[in-house]
T-cell receptor, first 111, second 112 residues
Framework: RKEVEQDPGPFNVPEGATVAFNCTYS??????FFWYRQDCRKEPKLLMS???SGNEDGRFTAQLNRASQYISLLIRDSKLSDSATYLC????????????FGQGTTLQVKP | DVKVTQSSRYLVKRTGEKVFLECVQD?????MFWYRQDPGLGLRLIYF???????EKGDIPEGYSVSREKKERFSLILESASTNQTSMYLC???????????FGPGTRLTVT
């Protein structure tokens, strides 16, 4: 079983739609969680950290469910510019600083 | 803003050549990382370093070595490049263990 699993998609949605991605992780002792965004042929960029209480940044909402070991990302009112690959990232319980990256979910927002 | 720079955006090398990829960060981060990214395989960690002159193997260290002589600089070395090392190479840094990582723009290496 992969340490971090995501549905690769692609998710094709119209502009203005609400779309949600889920990501599951296998290590119950994982401590930190992030969502990154990666545009085609570019480097990953931090979208948001995911806190236990959930957090929101504009149209983006991230949730953490420790009991079920998944995190989610909700995008409201999708824009064309949201088209990208979204990477789920988890930090395990070791002290080595390694982050575990999911393979990403591709979102395509259509006009 | 954190800035991570990599020495080249595109690089073409021949099989058997020694290849150096340089990464520099300007935010005094303790931790630095080298990844490669290939279609369908995602990001894979090659090596990382949590302090000057310290290094740890990642998930796919074979065929690579690293050097960290100064805090801001982390180099990836391909001792004898092979065609299966054709890939996008990404450097990243983070302030704390397990903290968010900031990536450089990547080096797209082609080995012919």
């Amino acid at each position: 079983r992969k340490e971090v699993e995501q549905d690769p998609g692609p998710f094709n949605v119209p502009e203005g739609a609400t779309v949600a991605f889920n990501c599951t992780y296998s290590n119950s002792a994982s401590q930190s969680f992030f969502w990154y965004r990666q545009d085609c042929r570019k480097e990953p960029k931090l979208l948001m950290s995911v806190y236990s209480s959930g957090n929101e940044d504009g149209r983006f909402t991230a949730q953490l469910n420790r009991a079920s070991q998944y995190i989610s990302l909700l995008i409201r009112d999708s824009k064309l510019s949201d088209s990208a690959t979204y990477l789920c990232v988890v930090f395990g319980s070791s002290n080595t600083g390694k982050l575990i990256f999911g393979q990403g979910t591709t979102l395509q927002v259509k006009p | 803003d954190v800035k991570v720079t990599q020495s080249s955006r595109y690089l073409v090398k021949r099989t058997g050549e020694k290849v150096f990829l340089e990464c520099v960060q300007d935010m005094d981060h303790e931790n630095m990382f080298w990844y490669r990214q290939d279609p369908g395989l995602g990001l894979r960690l090659i090596y990382f370093s949590y302090d000057v002159k310290m290094k740890e193997k990642g998930d796919i260290p074979e065929g690579y070595s690293v050097s960290r002589e100064k805090k801001e600089r982390f180099s990836l070395i391909l001792e004898s490049a092979s065609t299966n090392q054709t890939s996008m190479y990404l450097c990243a840094s983070s302030l704390i263990s397990g903290g968010e990582q900031y990536f450089g723009p990547g080096t797209r290496l082609t080995v012919t």
